[in-house]
């Protein structure tokens, strides 16, 4: 089993829509989170981070984190067809090992 | 700030050559990190580096081999290539100085290797 779990897609939406991208973790040493997007045959930009429990909110971006059930989720709202890419979680040991986990990324097709 | 440079962008080798690929992190940024991005695997930790020593390694061959120097620019070497070899290769630099501390990875554009 993988430590972090991403359904693949691909999620197609129409322009609009809020898309809701999650993740699921298995080890709760995982303390700090991150979402990356990433455009064809580009490297991944980074969206947001957080380290707390709770919803933290950008724009149209909103990242929540429930720790107590290993879940974090990505929330856009107003899709736009130029947020077509893939989404990938990412998550970080606090201390320890400083490398980054991704899940295997949610491609996302905002339909015009 | 100028983001994270990577070169060569595409390079095209063949199994047995060996690779060096370069990255320059964002200006004032120590730390790098390599990573490894393929459709089936997906994006997996190669090493990371600090003020030129290793810090951290995932769980890749020998074959597998890098080095940063003193400006912070890092090359990442591949010896022996093999065809699952190809995959884009990509750059992250952080500015977190402590281990242990949050950062957060900002990426380059990556190199994309083929191994024919």
């Known amino acids: 089993q993988k430590e972090v779990e991403q359904d693949p897609g691909p999620l197609s939406v129409p322009e609009g829509a809020i898309v809701s991208l999650n993740c699921t973790y298995s080890n709760s040493a995982f303390q700090y989170f991150m979402w990356y997007r990433q455009y064809s045959r580009k490297g991944p930009e980074l969206l947001m981070y957080t380290y707390s429990s709770g919803n933290k909110e950008d724009g149209r971006f909103t990242a929540q984190v429930d720790k107590s059930s290993k879940y974090i989720s990505l929330f856009i709202r107003d899709s736009q067809p130029s947020d077509s890419a893939t989404y990938l979680c990412a998550m970080i040991f606090l201390t320890g090992r400083r490398a980054l986990t991704f899940g295997s990324g949610t491609r996302l097709q905002v339909q015009p | 700030k100028a983001g994270v440079t990577q070169t060569p962008r595409y390079l095209i080798k063949t199994r047995g050559q060996q690779v060096t690929l370069s990255c320059s992190p964002i200006s004032g940024h120590r730390s790098v990190s390599w990573y490894q991005q393929t459709p089936g695997q997906g994006l997996q930790f190669l090493f990371e580096y600090f003020s030129e020593t290793q810090r951290n390694k995932g769980n890749f061959p020998g074959r597998f081999s890098g080095r940063q120097f003193s400006n912070s620019r890092s090359e990442m070497n591949v010896s022996t290539l093999e065809l699952g070899d190809s995959a884009l290769y990509l750059c992250?630099?952080?500015?977190?100085?402590?281990?242990?501390?949050?950062?957060?990875?900002?990426f380059g554009p990556g190199t994309r290797l083929t191994v024919l």
């Open positions: 992250a630099s952080s500015s977190t100085e402590k281990r242990g501390s949050t950062d957060t990875q900002y």
